[in-house]
């Protein structure tokens, strides 16, 4: 990129300047930040290959100073990036660089614990666990769990509707959030869904659930609870070829057993994670499935033995059952630790996120192993296999010269795949930035307008999260994968580059 003109550096500072006297009128000192060094560790998320330092942060401490900015940047028309604690995987809180990133970490408080109607209220910069640890006291947990969830917002799960191992059988974010408070792009409150569990009218809830910061700025979350299961355990198994171990994710479910997780790993992601972790994994597996049921001893035992007898009839060539709680947490300690692992056997690796119907996992996996060779970079996978969710972990070395750009290629490729195989783009980490050209490849012109219009209704300036989501038609036309429908190209009148 050309370096930016003097002009242009002149301009950027006093704009800069604008904002910072116009946010320094409803922000103290203190919660303000413009100069380089300090808004350096804003400059990406989860996905540290893009970087981008935002003009100004601002880390508002009460909803009445987040109402109070959102006014400040919407009155000067300003970008404004809503960002959790920065796990996102998909460069969804990448700032903009001439916008204010809002980084809502300081709304850390536990509201309410309501044990009768099983509900948390809490402010949205809470971590995902610190939920379910609050919540412990009185046997209830809340059930989505990605495995970031040490580190993770909810303010950030319910802008991605992230999801976790436990949420093939619980729901995604999606189905355990009754209700969300926040503030439009004008600063005006907004609330979405109810604590009766419906509510009258479009279901506006469901369109904020993984709308990636674009439809408003989140301050409080309400969650369902549910009990602790009296007993949880796990079963590994290990399949010699991996159509057994893709057909037996398959054969589970279509068994009508929904298991409390079902996670597979391949056998150079079991090697890695097992060099790390020794969690007793099956180094000579083609691929391990971890199996869990939780509920009370009885319907544990019952489907535990259901589950390894459609196992062993898939092929599976050893099945293990954890005999107790350290056991169990052992089997999934590796599966927790994967992608650490990864960043253990290569300098950097990067992390895809697609859906297939769960009877193709193996044609995936096979596809994969064909991509490995075509764009000479080695993948390692780990997944939610009951839920078709993928995450290949593509590894490569920045430093060597176009290493990020094949691994770029690549994760593109398998994205396209999944789309072939009937699946999507996503299946939890979000699109962000990421994933913005895979958009054009699963969405009509049509589908993304309608997006659009959704997203105008919300934010007609579109200042929430701008150039994330959803492409625009010319972005669209550049990467050249529109759909053809009807052997007709869509917007055949812009330019293709
Ligand atoms: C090691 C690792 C493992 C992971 N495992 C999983 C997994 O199993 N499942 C899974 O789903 N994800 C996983 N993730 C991805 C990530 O943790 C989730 O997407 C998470 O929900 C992001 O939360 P956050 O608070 O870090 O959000 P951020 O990264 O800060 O932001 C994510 C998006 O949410 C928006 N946002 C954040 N807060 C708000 C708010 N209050 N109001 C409006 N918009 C907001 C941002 O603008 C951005 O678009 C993993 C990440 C890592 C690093």
């Known amino acids: 990129m050309n370096a930016p003109i003097p002009q242009d550096l002149a301009a950027r500072a006093q704009r800069q300047a604008e904002v910072v006297a116009a946010l320094t009128d409803v922000l103290p000192a203190s919660c303000l930040l413009w100069q380089r060094e300090d808004v350096t560790p804003?400059?990406?998320?989860?996905?540290?290959?893009?970087?981008q330092?935002?003009?100004?942060?601002?880390?508002?401490?009460?909803?009445?100073?987040?109402?109070?900015?959102?006014?400040?940047?919407?009155?000067?028309?300003v970008p404004v990036v809503a960002r959790g604690a920065g796990t996102g995987l998909s460069g969804g809180a990448l700032p903009h660089a001439e916008g204010v990133l809002l980084a809502l970490s300081r709304f850390n408080r536990i509201k309410h614990i309501d044990k009768l109607a099983r509900t948390a209220t809490v402010e949205c910069?809470?971590?995902?666990?610190?939920?379910?640890?609050?919540?412990?006291?009185?046997?209830?947990?809340?059930a989505p769990d990605p495995s970031s969830q040490i580190a993770c917002s909810i303010g950030g799960n319910v802008a991605e509707n992230s999801g976790g191992v436990h949420?093939?059988?619980?729901?995604?974010?999606?189905?355990?959030?009754l209700q969300v408070?926040?503030?439009?792009?004008?600063?005006?409150?907004i609330t979405v869904g109810s604590l009766a569990g419906d509510c009258p009218g479009p279901d506006l809830l469901a369109a904020v659930i993984g709308s990636e910061g674009m439809l408003m700025v989140v301050t409080e979350v309400t969650v369902k609870l549910i009990p602790k299961p009296q007993l949880a355990r796990c079963i590994m198994a290990s399949f010699d070829d991996l159509?057994?171990?893709?057909?037996?994710?398959?054969?589970?479910?279509?068994?009508?057993?929904?298991?409390a997780g079902l996670e597979m790993m391949d056998k150079p992601m079991t090697r890695a994670v097992e060099d790390f972790v020794h969690a007793g994994y099956d180094l000579d597996a083609a691929a391990i499935l971890l199996c869990?049921?939780?509920?009370?001893p009885e319907e544990v035992e019952e489907e535990i033995g259901r589950m390894t007898t459609v196992l062993r009839m898939c092929g599976a060539t050893a099945t293990a059952v954890s005999r107790d709680e350290a056991e169990r947490l052992r089997f999934w300690s590796g599966r927790k630790n994967a992608f650490a692992a990864s960043g253990r056997i290569s300098p950097d690796y990067y992390c895809m996120d697609g859906t297939i119907p769960r009877k193709r996992v193996a044609d995936m996996l096979l596809s994969i192993q064909t991509m490995e060779q075509e764009f000479a970079l080695r993948c390692v996978n780990v997944f939610h296999a009951g839920d078709g969710n993928l995450h290949p972990l593509i590894l490569f070395d920045a430093n060597k010269p176009g290493e990020l750009e094949r691994a770029e290629a690549f994760g593109a490729r398998i994205l396209e795949t999944c789309v072939e195989m009937g699946g999507s783009i996503t299946g939890e980490h979000g699109v962000g930035l990421e994933k913005i050209n895979s958009m054009c490849v699963q969405f009509s012109p049509e589908e993304l307008e309608q997006f659009r219009a959704l997203r105008r209704a919300f934010d007609p300036a579109e200042l929430l999260n701008p150039g994330k989501h959803i492409p625009s038609h010319a972005r669209c036309a550049e990467y050249g994968k529109m759909h053809v429908r009807g052997g007709r190209v869509p917007f055949p009148e812009l330019a293709r580059f």
């Open 42 to 51: 804003y400059e990406c998320d989860g996905l540290s290959a893009y970087r």
């Open 53 to 77: 330092k935002p003009m100004v942060v601002a880390l508002p401490e009460t909803e009445a100073q987040v109402a109070a900015v959102l006014r400040v940047c919407h009155h000067l028309q």
């Open 125 to 142: 910069g809470v971590r995902n666990l610190a939920i379910s640890e609050a919540a412990a006291p009185y046997g209830l947990y809340y």
């Open 292 to 296: 869990e049921s939780d509920g009370t």
């Open 181 to 189: 408070r926040g503030y439009t792009v004008e600063g005006e409150p």
């Open 167 to 177: 949420c093939l059988k619980y729901g995604l974010t999606v189905h355990n959030v």
């Open 243 to 259: 159509r057994k171990a893709g057909d037996a994710v398959a054969s589970l479910i279509a068994a009508g057993i929904i298991p």
